[in-house]
């Protein structure tokens, strides 16, 4: 009944019809539409997680441990998403790396948990204890921790220090991932629970695309200044590079991991374009991968638990039986790989009309990365069909199963009728890719 009455509430935000914008603010936190919708997202993916679990044999015995672990992540998730304080912000963004450690190390089944722990840990902590300095530096300067009477000081010389914008920057960065510091990932996805695959690919990446997102809003930095070339030079090169290695992939939560650094490395683009355009591509992008990204991992473990190995070669044959469970694959990578209707169409869309504004080369990044998302998405498919394997463990997919991938299939496709509502810009061209875009105009 709770959870019934925070939805309702949250949901006179996001459907105004007035069409007014509405932001609320409490001491240091703030509802707007975009917040909003994170919360949401947050409650969605904790709810699917939740639902892939219930027949896990690992957490049988502590159920209501791991119950407790998912509701503390939640919580701290949405007060990251609502704080309009940095220092919060800062707390918040450490906070969840606590039971995201614990989901991996407490219900992962394989002994190199330990070692993906450590990596998880290692680049995420020590990337981000820089920011707590600069956090201090900068309130002795500004004289606030809140972001919107910082942006009063963007121009001044605190932020026109290129060590400044990489302390602030980096730990976001490291979190999205970006290419380069991205190693990682994959070895948390591997290691790691369904529950923690879903919540760090559905709503932790998001931290760091949120977080970028709300400094590149409140610093106004210059456009061309070496650290802006160099973000951009390698998520261009990180978007060509990560897809050309999914082709080569036959892990295949390695595979879905490596394509959520593809998709968040279009996302940081976005966001360090500095357009609203841009920003808004990035928040359509981070809504999509958080639906597409934890049904992708979700149905991996379903696929495990036949075959009781990751390699895509020996799960040949999977949907011969099972004809559910290859309908909702198709549908998962159909969303992956921005097909029609799908929201994730529409944020890579905008993001590659944002870019080109920059300059008409990126159109050879975006022709590549768009092709090469088609292939190792259709690679990943063509590995699933074929023949009866009799090696395979067939098993109907539980009705918990279905319940949660039905969730995520759903707003993945439905959410592009309701573009309009995810964010309250002003910009014509975002008003203009709305009103052409989506079902319902205003």
């Given amino acids: 009944m709770i959870t019934l009455t925070v939805y309702l509430y949250m949901l006179t935000f996001i459907f105004n019809p007035l069409n007014i914008s509405i932001t609320t603010s409490l001491t240091s936190f703030s509802f707007s539409q975009f917040n909003v919708w994170m919360m949401l997202l947050t409650f969605w993916v904790s709810l699917t ?50 039971p995201t450690l614990y989901l991996i190390l407490g219900w992962g089944y394989q002994p190199e948990r330990l070692s993906a ?24 300067y500004t004289g606030t921790f809140f972001m919107e009477m910082m942006n009063l000081y963007s121009n001044k010389e605190l932020y026109s220090k290129m060590y400044t914008m990489f302390i602030i920057l980096t730990p976001f960065l490291v979190k999205i991932p970006m290419w380069g510091v991205h190693v990682w990932l994959p070895k948390a996805h591997v290691e790691a629970p369904v529950s923690g695959s879903m ?10 695309g949120y977080g970028l997102m709300k400094w590149c809003q409140a610093i106004n930095f210059i456009q061309k200044d070496w650290f802006y070339q160099m973000i951009n030079s390698i998520n261009f090169w990180g978007v060509v590079c990560i897809s050309l290695m999914c082709l080569t992939l036959i892990d295949i939560k390695s595979l879905i991991a490596y394509t959520s650094v593809a998709h968040m ?23 999509s991968h958080g639906l597409t990204s934890p049904m992708l991992f979700a149905l991996a473990y379903i696929n495990y638990t036949m075959t009781s190995t ?14 559910p469970l290859i309908m909702f694959w198709f549908l998962a990578l159909a969303g992956n790989m921005a097909a029609p209707t799908s929201l994730n169409l529409v944020a890579e869309l905008i993001i590659s ?22 292939a190792y998405n259709l690679y990943l498919y063509s590995a699933l069909m074929g023949h009866s394997n009799k090696k395979i463990k067939y098993s109907q997919m539980s009705n918990s199963n279905k319940l949660a991938m039905t969730m995520l299939i759903i707003p993945a496709f439905l959410l592009f009728a309701f573009i309009n509502t995810i964010s309250n810009d002003k ?16």
């Fill in 427 to 442: 910009n014509k061209e975002i008003k203009l890719f709305c009103s052409k875009l989506s079902f319902i105009s205003k």
């Fill in 353 to 374: 009309f944002s870019l080109v504004k920059i300059s008409l080369l990126t159109l050879i990044t975006i022709g590549l990365s768009t092709m090469l998302s088609g």
């Fill in 310 to 323: 990751r390699n895509i070669l020996l799960h040949k044959g999977i949907g011969q039986n099972t004809p």
């Fill in 199 to 208: 919540i760090l690919a559905g709503m932790l990446l998001k931290t760091g």
């Fill in 117 to 140: 722990g450590m990596y998880f840990m290692l680049y995420t902590v020590v990337s981000s204890l820089p920011l707590l300095l600069a956090s201090i530096q900068m309130y002795l």
């Fill in 49 to 98: 997680m939740i639902l892939m679990s219930i027949n896990y044999k690992y957490y049988k015995k502590s159920f209501n441990k791991f119950l407790v672990i998912i509701l503390s992540l939640m919580i701290i998730l949405c007060l990251f998403f609502t704080t309009d304080n940095f220092i919060y912000m800062y707390m918040t963004f450490e906070a969840s790396l606590i």
């Fill in 265 to 287: 490395a279009l996302m940081s683009l976005a966001l360090m374009n500095g357009s609203d355009i841009g920003t808004y591509g990035a928040k359509l992008m981070m809504i």
